[in-house]
């Protein structure tokens, strides 16, 4: 909803979970969406208001139905190797004491 800023999605922890569960995902480009969805590889990224961009994607992954899968299996490993607790403790572990450093 333009001009309100409370309704932007920070993360999309929605889409890290459809990811755990293999299924692609499509995401509107805003907010935070971006950094739980690897466009062309966990799903896709599209412009929310295009109404014929999310028809052609719904199009797409129904006609493709191997890359679809692809993509849901692509989401899983991502989650697994990527998104889970560990990692993500330790990106943060690493953002920090990079910042502390440049003091």
């Known amino acids: 909803i333009k001009g309100r800023l409370d309704l932007i999605e920070g993360f999309g922890i929605s889409f890290l979970e459809a990811g ?5 995902v499509i995401a509107g ?7 739980a969805v690897r466009d ?4 896709y990224l599209i412009d929310p208001e295009d109404e014929g961009q999310v028809e052609a994607v719904l199009i797409k992954m129904v006609k493709n139905k191997k890359d679809t899968i692809q993509m849901g299996r692509n989401g ?8 889970d607790w560990q990692h993500v403790a330790s990106r943060v572990a690493t953002a920090i004491q990079e910042m502390g450093s440049d003091k």
Do not use: C, F, I, N
């Open 40 to 43: 062309g590889v966990t799903g």
């Open 20 to 24: 755990a569960a293999a299924l692609p």
């Open 29 to 35: 480009k805003s907010g935070g969406v971006s950094d």
């Open 76 to 83: 899983r490993a991502w989650v697994e190797e990527e998104m």
